[in-house]
């Protein structure tokens, strides 16, 4: 894989098998995510969006073709070596959140490093570091029940970057957010973009899909179209 790519998909199949009936959610799907890049994938409920996301997020394996994630090929992977990828080159961002309500702020952003070989404290100054940039540096000792929805989406955020991840994916990330809040949401999105950070973004909405450097239009599990709206750095 040539130096820059972050992921790439080449020939990329997902079949889901009901009974006699198959239904092929990925079909031979092919693209590639450059270092810096912002792709928002677009497209129809049942386009395959989010079997596009599990799929770059090894949390399924395709039927089908090679997914290389930061230069490895990860259909050579055993799931103990793809659980290691996944946790130092990724990070997750849901709709719902995903936090741990037993757990605090801080121990929320930490959850990713519980799997590292990385002293503690370390991990805990660099959770304490995001919890500010995300603007909840007075919120350290709350659980999610006692955060509005946008405070944990932040949360969400600061998890998905404290183990510095070559690929952030997020899924309809601003889906449960009201307007103000999903703007700010955004803009934040926005600064890890101008920062050299590679998002991948589900969305259904033009006007936010609009925010990235390329946006991925799928149909029936294929590209249907590649808008590239701006170069990376541009």
Known sequence: MENGVVAALEGVSRIYRMGT????????????VQRGEFWSVMGASGSGKSTLLNVMGCLDRPDGGTYWLAGEDTGALDDDDLSELRSRRLGFIFQSYNLIPQLDVLENIMVPLFYQDEPPKDGEDRAKRLAARVGLEERLDHRPPELSGGQQQRVAIARALVNDPELVLADEATGNLDSKTAVEILDLFDELHREGKTIVFVTHEQSVAERGSHVLRMRDGHVEAVDELRSVGA
């Open 21 to 32: 009936n198959e239904v092929r959610a990925l079909d031979e799907l092919s693209f590639r």
